[in-house]
């Protein structure tokens, strides 16, 4: 029995690899308050996803003052912080994210899925 499971993961995971551009992300957005440099990494960041992964990003925007145990938990150091929690491994961001082609490289978001989402 468990080699069955261990062969239905292998089938899931090789059908990922297969289709890149359906892998589904997850990503935590790490701010300081209601700050300008907060504001505009929100905005970055929500624009750029919905340029280069429509409907396939999960993000939750965690408010450093208002939650110190989820940024401890994340060695959080530094606001804004983006960390990308999957696909694994996980990446981390810190600044404001207006450099897309930065932020796509460090985050592994592959230019062909950016290129085939402006077609």
Same mark, same amino acid.
Request: charged share 25%; net charge negative; glycine share 4%.
């Given at each position: 029995?468990?080699?069955? @499971?261990?062969?239905?993961?292998? /089938?899931?995971? #090789?059908?990922?690899?297969?289709?890149?551009? @359906?892998? +589904?992300?997850? *990503?935590?957005?790490?701010?300081?308050?209601? @700050?300008?440099?907060?504001? +505009? !990494?929100?905005?970055?960041? /929500? #624009?750029? *996803? #919905?340029?280069?992964?429509?409907?396939?990003?999960?993000? #939750? =925007?965690?408010? $450093?003052?208002?939650?110190?145990? !989820?940024?401890?938990?994340?060695?959080?150091? !530094?606001?804004?912080?983006?960390?990308?929690?999957?696909?694994?491994?996980?990446?981390?961001? =810190?600044?404001?994210?207006?450099?897309?082609?930065? $932020?796509?490289? =460090?985050?592994? =978001?592959?230019?062909?899925?950016?290129?085939? +989402?402006?077609?």
């Amino acid at each position: 029995m468990m080699a069955s @499971s261990h062969d239905e993961t292998l /089938r899931r995971y #090789e059908d990922q690899l297969a289709e890149p551009d @359906s892998a +589904r992300y997850l *990503f935590t957005l790490f701010v300081a308050g209601a @700050s300008d440099l907060s504001a +505009r !990494a929100i905005a970055n960041i /929500r #624009e750029l *996803f #919905e340029s280069h992964l429509a409907g396939r990003y999960d993000l #939750e =925007v965690v408010d $450093v003052y208002r939650d110190r145990a !989820a940024a401890t938990a994340s060695n959080v150091l !530094a606001a804004p912080t983006l960390i990308r929690e999957s696909p694994l491994p996980k990446r981390r961001l =810190v600044g404001d994210l207006s450099d897309t082609a930065r $932020v796509l490289h =460090v985050l592994g =978001v592959s230019e062909r899925s950016s290129a085939s +989402r402006s077609l």
